[in-house]
């Protein structure tokens, strides 16, 4: 069974870093796709930043420029870097990734459990 688990959150003050690592366990074939999104306290969930292959990231408007993405395809792992946090980086952090279990099977998509990111004023 496929299972993706996040590490790295924590607390942190405005204007720190912190850095979420993300590895997928499990039966793969492939992982073309993985990325972060995160939730806020009284707020849907929303997209962060995304890598496919070894296409150029992309990124929210409200993180482009302090967070970075980056895959390790061989340790099935994606890692965010996130710098010059604030406030508003406040939430839940989901890893998820599109995953294909066999050649012979379809692309399925799978979440983390989430981690939780607070940035104090």
């Known amino acids: 069974q496929v299972q993706l688990v996040e590490s790295g959150g924590g607390s942190v003050q405005a204007g720190g870093s912190l850095k979420l690592s993300c590895t997928a366990s499990?039966?793969?074939?492939?992982?073309?796709?993985m990325g972060w999104y995160r939730q806020a306290p009284g707020k849907q969930r929303e997209f962060v930043a995304d890598?496919?292959?070894?296409?150029?990231?992309k990124y929210a408007e409200s993180v482009e420029g302090r967070f970075t993405i980056s895959s390790h395809n061989a340790k099935k792992t994606v890692v965010l870097q996130m710098n010059s946090l604030d406030s508003e980086d406040t939430g839940v952090y989901y890893c998820?990734?599109?995953?294909?279990?066999?050649?012979?099977?379809?692309?399925?998509?799978?979440w983390g459990q989430g981690i939780q990111v607070t940035v104090s004023p």
């Open positions: 998820t990734a599109k995953i294909r279990e066999a050649w012979t099977r379809d692309l399925e998509n799978y």
């Open positions: 499990g039966t793969i074939y492939s992982i073309p796709r």
């Open positions: 890598i496919i292959g070894d296409s150029t990231p």
